[in-house]
């Protein structure tokens, strides 16, 4: 039971960190970004290559795999994204399938098709009471509360979280004051990316790697958005954690069942709180 | 173009439907239509196969099965292969577990991915946009997913299963003439349904939802029964194709609900020209030849694809069809310049 507890919020918190960067690029450009695949699934194919080199410093070849991932998000932003502000959905929908589908198609033309397999970074087992939970799934636990309390308090006390949040609520208001908004929508979609990429990389020593592993993932999160609210930061907190732990009780019972419980919550969301997008 | 802009600012109330429906079929039912079709997917099997260019029809079914939900309605869904495959799969489990006559077993596969649409579209229907598009990719990951593994008994999980279809007179559908035959049939009739209801009352409805739903909505209309009809059609004409399928190939596999060939469909669509049933004629035949021959010369092609979607969306979005209607309709608005011109009328 305690560990059906502690996968669920395993699990909550990589959907936490994938969905943040959904939620956000949604709520303040109006973009639905198929592409926060492709920066998830950069970024552990990063991960792989450098814990070749380096081995050991998990820490330190996560924060790299990061790093490497913003100026990609970067260029996709600045050629892509940015043309689309403003167009209708299905267009920004297609885009950035598109560019996901170029990007998959690359990581397949560089690291190949077959899964690599990855160990656990950590490795030990913290025993309580008679039950071993691994210290790595609690660490990623940990990250994402820290994440959580970090972001609020980005949005809430540095002047380029407020113009975040005002231009959530309102962006031609924002614009109004003479704010250059599509410079703040770049940082928020490079964090986006870069969180996702983190989730991918926090994630891919437990799951199994391969070049359309973030496609699952994502439709997960994306039933994570939509059970939280677009654009809705806490929201999107507490549906991650409420839905990975979904996914962990399903799994208990009927281990193949976990994605497909989530969108049957999605589907009764959307049946009481329809959403206009 | 005219009537669908007064449509969606004024739509006419129902006593004055039936004359713009005249109107309508005057210019648009030609029997012309269905011999050019019928003449062209002629003239290219023999470049092709007879094999081929049944399954480029079939592609065709299903791109204007979309076409009907994207193009006219627009709503873009991206999990289009659920219908698809349900139609292929219930199609195929009939013949294999309770009669192998091929017409029953057709409508049996229509029957169910209309069932299908009916239960999903009470809840997908009620979304638009990008929303629409995940929540429909949602459940075909879902249903793909049921295929794989709960169902595997069943539907024997990735190794799919035969399906062999028992004579009926002399339609044998293992006879590649008379497949072809059935399935050049099947297109057209579906053609003629798709185009004689896009350019119905009901045809004009669902293209002013696609322009502004709130506007209809407040006219007093029941969008929400109007898009669920779209939906289950559309869904029902992808298990048309489905069906076809499964008989053409003799042979069900999980591939044919496989998630990530949604963007084929919407490919050709886009290609072809959405919201224009010769657009998704085109854009079929356009995909299938690109998907069947390029990659014996390039290697990346799905990166093609991508490139391609790339450049629709930001140049050329009114695709084939619309570019060469464009080109068209430029030419005739030239002539008329010059006529008027000649008789010296200051018209235009």
């Not at chain 1, 190949?112 to 609690?138: A, C, Q």
């Not at chain 2, 007879?50 to 592609?59: K, L």
């Not at chain 2, 992808?238 to 596999?253: E, H, I, K, Q, R």
Request: aromatic letters at 14%; charged letters at 10%; proline letters at 3%.
């Amino acid at each position: 039971m305690i560990y059906t507890i502690v996968y669920g919020f395993t699990i909550g918190a990589i959907l936490y960190f994938i969905s943040i960067g959904l939620s956000l690029t949604f709520g303040t450009m109006r973009v639905i970004n198929f592409a926060h695949t492709l920066t998830y699934t950069i970024g552990v194919y990063a991960l792989i290559t450098l814990i070749a080199l380096l081995k050991g410093y998990f820490a330190l070849v996560a924060g790299l795999a990061i790093l490497l991932v913003i100026p990609i998000s970067y260029v996709i932003e600045r050629f892509v994204i940015r043309r689309l502000y403003g167009e209708s959905l299905d267009y920004t929908f297609i885009a950035t399938f598109a560019i996901s589908l170029i990007g998959v198609d690359a990581i397949k033309w560089i690291w190949g098709v077959n899964p690599y397999p990855m160990n656990d970074p950590i490795g030990k087992y913290l025993v309580f009471s008679g039950l071993s939970v691994p210290i790595y799934r609690i660490v990623i636990v940990l990250i994402a509360i820290l994440l959580f309390f970090g972001l609020n308090l980005f949005f809430k006390k540095t002047i380029v979280g407020k113009i975040v949040v005002a231009s959530l609520e309102d962006k031609e208001g924002v614009r109004c004051l003479g704010i250059n908004v599509d410079k703040y929508f770049s940082i928020v979609f490079v964090l986006g990316s870069a969180l996702a990429a983190l989730g991918g990389v926090l994630y891919a020593p437990i799951s199994s790697i391969h070049p359309y592993m973030g496609l699952s993932i994502l439709l997960l999160s994306f039933a994570v958005v939509i059970v939280g609210g677009m654009g809705n930061l806490n929201g999107t907190f507490f549906s991650a954690f409420a839905l990975g732990m979904v996914m962990a009780v399903t799994a208990r019972y009927w281990s193949q069942g976990a994605e497909t419980m989530v969108f049957i919550v999605m589907a009764i969301v959307l049946i009481f709180k329809p959403i206009d997008i | 173009m005219n009537e669908k802009k007064t449509s969606s600012l004024n739509p006419p109330s129902k006593e004055e439907l039936p004359s713009t429906l005249t109107n309508f079929q005057r210019k648009e039912y030609r029997k012309i239509d269905f011999l050019l079709i019928a003449a062209g997917f002629l003239l290219i099997t023999p470049i092709l196969s007879v094999h081929r260019v049944t399954d480029f029809m079939i592609f065709c079914i299903f791109a204007m099965s979309f076409d009907l939900l994207y193009g006219y309605m627009g709503r873009l869904s991206f999990g289009h292969m659920l219908f698809l495959g349900t139609g292929a799969y219930s199609c195929g489990l009939f013949i294999k577990y309770v009669s192998g006559n091929p017409l029953i077993a057709i409508l049996v596969g229509i029957a169910v991915a209309g069932l299908l649409g009916i239960l999903l579209g009470l809840i997908i229907v009620r979304t638009t946009g990008a929303c629409f598009a995940l929540i429909n990719l949602a459940f075909n990951h879902i249903g793909f997913f049921l295929v794989l593994s709960p169902l595997r008994e069943i539907t024997r999980g990735e190794d799919g299963f035969g399906v062999s279809a028992s004579k009926l007179g002399f339609l044998n559908f293992s006879s590649r003439p008379i497949m072809f035959g059935s399935v050049l049939l099947c297109l057209l009739l579906v053609f003629y349904l798709l185009k004689r209801l896009t350019s119905s009352p009901f045809g004009i409805m669902i293209r002013s939802i696609k322009e502004d739903e709130t506007r209809v909505r407040f006219l007093g209309y029941n969008t929400f029964l109007y898009k669920w009809i779209t939906f289950v059609l559309a869904g029902s004409l992808a298990g048309l194709a489905g069906t076809l399928s499964a008989l053409n190939y003799n042979y069900v596999n999980p591939n044919s609900m496989d998630v990530h060939s949604n963007v084929g469909v919407v490919f050709a669509c886009l290609i072809g020209g959405a919201g224009n049933l010769y657009g998704a004629l085109v854009g079929g035949v356009v995909y299938m030849v690109i998907s069947n021959f390029l990659p014996i010369y390039i290697h990346r092609w799905e990166m093609f694809l991508g490139f391609s979607l790339l450049i629709i969306t930001f140049r050329f979005r009114k695709g084939i069809c619309g570019y060469l209607l464009g080109l068209w309709e430029h030419g005739a608005k030239k002539r008329l310049i010059e006529r008027s011109a000649e008789q010296g009328v200051a018209k235009i």
